[in-house]
């Protein structure tokens, strides 16, 4: 089964941090560019981060210098540290598949296999 799922998420004050998880599962994630994703009530989806199957990343304005994502194939494992968080983060992360490559603006219409989501919430 192709499957992703999402783990990590949860409660936090402004300022804080968390570290998102998104493993694979009847495939293998080295070939595949895999983004990160979020969506507020009331928001379209955006895109967060990518990295592609070598390595290079790219990040949305809004995180960036915040925001590390990073693989770890032999785990069948990509990760978004989140870094300094603020209430605006809040939403839930969704993470996503595509082959090889990322595109520079993320656009979720591009990525396939979608995992379920893992709700952030950042709030005092």
């Known amino acids: 089964q192709l499957q992703l799922v999402e783990s990590g998420g949860g409660l936090v004050q402004p300022g804080g941090s968390l570290r998102l998880s998104c493993t694979a599962s009847?495939?293998?994630?080295?070939?595949?560019?895999i983004g990160w994703f979020r969506q507020a009530p009331g928001k379209e989806r955006e895109g967060v981060s990518c990295?592609?199957?070598?390595?290079?990343?790219n990040y949305a304005d809004s995180v960036k210098g915040r925001f590390t994502i990073s693989r770890d194939d032999a785990k069948n494992t990509v990760s978004l540290q989140m870094n300094s968080l603020k209430p605006e983060d809040t939403a839930v992360y969704y993470c996503a598949a595509r082959s090889l490559l990322c595109t520079t603006n993320r656009a979720p219409k591009t990525f396939n296999s979608w995992g379920q989501g893992t709700q952030v919430t950042v709030s005092s």
């Open positions: 009847g495939f293998t994630l080295d070939d595949y560019a």
């Open positions: 990295i592609s199957s070598r390595g290079s990343t």
